[in-house]
């Protein structure tokens, strides 16, 4: 079974294409959701960010968000802390996952893979590209973050073209081509590289 990442900078539409993928009975990692939730069960987790960023991080035995939140916007080394006590766990995490998983691929979607060493652990990459506009557009339709948050969180995300560049395959989410054709296209492809 071949393991595949899925990947693109906030609004690109990695869950919108996963979401196709779930269709089609490829298994899906939310490499986001899974991270919440390690940040709440994982005792070596809980450990490290209780050490690292004081007892605060968690409120009633809970992981206070918007406490780390606050801890580590606009502080690159803290959240490079942050990123270094969650990753591996979470890396870990998803090798296991794909050891459970049954047929041809089965698909990490995370935003990060590059920046966090992950692809090592991955056969091949998709990355999902939409122009920077849209993605904006895209972002403040779906709500809760404005403009300058959204804008501030694509500055310190990893350029775009770079990890398209860095990505086997590049599904063009600009509105233009059919997302669903190129899905159906790129599993026949991975089916066939599974030798399915
Ligand atoms: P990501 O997971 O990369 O942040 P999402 O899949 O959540 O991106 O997409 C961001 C927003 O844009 C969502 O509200 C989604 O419904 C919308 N969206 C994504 N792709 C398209 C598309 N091709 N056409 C219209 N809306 C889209």
């Given at each position: 079974m071949l393991r595949i990442g899925l990947t693109g900078g906030i609004g690109s539409g990695k869950t919108t294409i996963a979401n196709i993928f779930l269709t089609l009975g490829i298994a899906v990692y939310d490499a986001d959701t899974a991270a919440r939730q390690l940040m709440n069960a994982n005792q070596q987790i809980r450990q490290q960010l209780t050490e690292r960023?004081?007892?605060?991080?968690?409120k009633h035995g809970k992981l206070d968000r918007a406490y780390l939140a606050s801890k580590v916007f606009d502080n690159a080394a803290l959240l490079a802390e942050l990123n270094a006590i969650i990753h591996p766990v979470t890396i870990q995490d998803s090798i296991s996952w794909f050891t459970r998983q049954q047929g041809p691929y089965a698909i990490k979607e995370a935003a990060l893979i590059f920046e966090s060493g992950s692809?090592?652990?991955?056969d091949y990459t998709i990355g999902v590209w939409a122009d920077k506009e849209l993605r904006i557009e895209r972002v403040l339709q779906r709500g809760g973050l404005d403009r300058e948050a959204v804008i501030a969180r694509m500055d310190k995300q990893m350029d775009e073209a770079e990890k398209m560049k860095r990505c086997n395959f590049v599904i063009d989410n600009n509105g233009k081509t059919s997302v669903i054709m190129q899905v159906l296209e790129l599993h026949e492809h991975l089916k066939s590289l599974a030798g399915r």
């Open positions: 960023f004081g007892a605060a991080t968690y692809e090592k652990h991955l």
